[in-house]
């Protein structure tokens, strides 16, 4: 079983829905959890940054932490065509330096 | 230049070549990182660097060797790789060495093993 889990896709959606990304793990020890975007031959950028469970919002992203389910969520509101890229997420147990865990990304197609 | 670049963007190399892959950031940061990412699978974290000094060495064979001569530069020295080692091999930097420092990736050296 891999430590995190993150389905492939492609997920192609319409310009305007709402995009829900979402990552299981099975490390309780977790407690730093990211999503970073990646566009077509270009690295990958941090979007979202939370600590421990709970939400956070920036614009149109939320991201989402359900520690006692294991269970990672982003969710993209009036999803844009600019947003087609490949989403990974990642976390951390923050005890070992800087080291983090990716899943294998979400390949993300929004269409106009 | 900003950010993290890394030289060259893509490299085609037999298998009993010797290369080197670099990488510099422009962000003043001490923490730096070589990532492999392969087809389908997750970023693998390869070695780590805080202050020049090693911290990390993912299982990595020895085919693979970083070097860090500052902290501005990570360079990845390559030889006698397998096609296996085909893989996109991205450069990243954090100010420090704490889980809550934003890694910054550069744009990644796409590599080709015949």
């Known amino acids: 079983q891999k430590e995190v889990e993150q389905d492939p896709g492609p997920l192609s959606v319409p310009e305007g829905a709402i995009v829900s990304l979402n990552c299981t793990y099975s490390?309780?020890?977790?407690?730093?959890f990211m999503w970073y975007r990646q566009y077509s031959r270009k690295g990958p950028e941090l979007l979202m940054y939370?600590?421990?469970?709970g939400n956070k919002e920036d614009g149109r992203f939320t991201a989402q932490v359900d520690k006692s389910s294991k269970y990672i969520s982003l969710f993209i509101r009036d999803s844009q065509p600019s947003d087609s890229a490949t989403y990974l997420c990642?976390?951390?147990?923050?005890?070992?330096?800087?080291?983090?865990?990716f899943g294998g990304g979400t390949r993300l197609m929004v269409k106009p | 230049e900003t950010g993290v670049t890394q030289t060259p963007r893509h490299l085609v190399m037999g298998m009993t070549n010797k290369k080197s892959l670099k990488c510099e950031q422009h962000?003043?940061?001490?923490?730096m990182y070589w990532y492999k990412q392969s087809a389908k699978k997750p970023l693998e974290l390869m070695f780590v660097?805080?202050?020049?000094?090693?911290?990390e060495n993912n299982s990595v064979p020895s085919r693979f060797s970083p070097e860090c001569p500052n902290s501005s530069h990570l360079f990845l020295h390559l030889h006698t790789l397998q096609p296996e080692d085909s893989a996109l091999y991205l450069c990243?930097?954090?100010?420090?060495?704490?889980?809550?420092?934003?890694?910054?990736f550069g744009p990644g050296t796409r590599l080709t093993v015949l």
């Open positions: 660097y805080n202050f020049k000094e090693q911290t």
């Open positions: 490390n309780s020890a977790f407690q730093y």
């Open positions: 990243a930097s954090s100010q420090e060495l704490v889980s809550t420092d934003t890694q910054y």
């Open positions: 990642a976390m951390s147990a923050g005890n070992a330096g800087n080291m983090l865990t």
């Open positions: 939370t600590y421990s469970s």
């Open positions: 962000l003043g940061h001490n923490a």
